[in-house]
C-alpha cells in the first residue's frame, strides 16, 4: 500500500490534528493587501492540511497598540498580584494579545515591508507581547522564551526583491521578526513573500509568483 505523506518547512510529513491559527494582520491597505492576501493563502492550505481547525484574525492596525508608556514599563516588571488598578487597565491589551498567542499553535504574520522594516502598528503588537515573566523569562541565569512548540509563518510583501540580490541586506523586516519571535521562544519560523510589485517586468507575475510559492 502506497502511503502518501506532505511536506511542510518544519519537516512534519502527516498532519491530522485540528489547530489554532492566530492571523496577524498588519497593513492598512485591506483587501487590496499583497501581505494580507499572502497570509490568507497560507491560511487556506493550513486549513487543507488541518480540516476544522480555527482562524483568530488579530488586525493590528485596528487594533491600534497604544505605543508604551511609563504605565506599562512599570507595570511589566511587577507581579501580576502587585498592579494598581490603573496598571490593570493598561495592560488588558497586552495581557488579551498574549492569551492569543499562547492558545494558537500555528501563528501566521502577514507584514508589508515599509521603510526597509516592519510597519508601526505590528511593532506596536510586539511591544505588548514580548513581556518578562509572561512570554520570556530570566530566571534560569540566561533568557528563556515561554512560548514553545508553536509554529510561524511569515507573509511578507514588498515593492522591492529582498529575498537575493543587492537589497538583501537591506531587509529589515525578517531578521528582526525572527530574532524576536525567536527570544520569546519560537523557532519554527517559514517566511514567503510577494516581492518586486513596484518593479517593471517582475511586477506583472509578482503576486502569482509568490501565491504559488506557498507550501504548508
Known sequence: MLT???????????????????HIVSSPRGEESNSTLLGKS????????????TVTVNNVVEKQYQPLQSVHVVAYRLPDDSHTQDQRIALRESNAAIAELFAADIIVISTPLYNFAIPAALKGWIDHIVRPGKT??????????????????????SNGVFSDGPMKTMDHAEPYLRFILGFVGITQIATYRIEGSGIPGVMETAVQKGLESVVV
Do not use: D, R
Not at 497560507?42 to 481547525?53: H, N, R, W
Open 136 to 157: 520570556f523569562s530570566y530566571q534560569t541565569g540566561k533568557v528563556e522564551g515561554l512560548l514553545k512548540q508553536k509554529e510561524v509563518y511569515l507573509a511578507i510583501a
Open 42 to 53: 497560507i491560511i487556506e492550505k493550513l486549513l487543507a492540511q488541518y480540516p476544522g481547525s
Open 4 to 22: 502518501v505523506l506532505s511536506i511542510c518547512p518544519f519537516g512534519t510529513n502527516l498532519k491530522t490534528h485540528m489547530k489554532k491559527i492566530l
